[in-house]
């Protein structure tokens, strides 16, 4: 069954660049794993320090793979030191195809 | 610019079939119309009353259009008496190509 994941993250604003930055290196990657689905980077209209993370896995296993692989590692340390509190993740299951 | 709107929706739980069949209808229908990219509706997994919905269209233009199409005004009538508290949609800008 797949697994759809809402991130939402409050970045400090000073880092808002680098985060796109590295958010998209992430994206780039992660829509090449196999069992990922969507892997969407949204930046808030109203809030500069507001983003939401939009991953859809084929599988909660290929979530899980997700999170083994270097650039998710590397996007996790990096943009560490940049949140102003820690990041929510809600998780779905998507009731349409995809 | 595309617009991607994250809406969050709380339900009262004895309309969560009504609520998926009519949401699963303005899908089919959305998904049709000329700017859409993304119209995804998720459950979630820990709140059996939470829904997201995740809709992106490629212009403010297409956005609106969509609330004046006849699945759009069904959807939003029928639910209407569903909704255990407003819902909030929150607009954002996608970094990556969909």
New interface residues.
Partial sequence: MA??T?VEVYIKPEYAKQF?EI??YN??NSVKEPGNI?????????DPAR??L?E?YESKEAAAAHKETEHYKKWRETVEPMMACPRKG???????E?
């Fill in positions: 697994i759809a809402v796109e958010s998209l994206h780039e969507r892997f969407d980077i949204l930046k808030s209209n109203d983003y939401t939009f859809v809600i998780a779905h299951t998507p009731l349409n995809m």
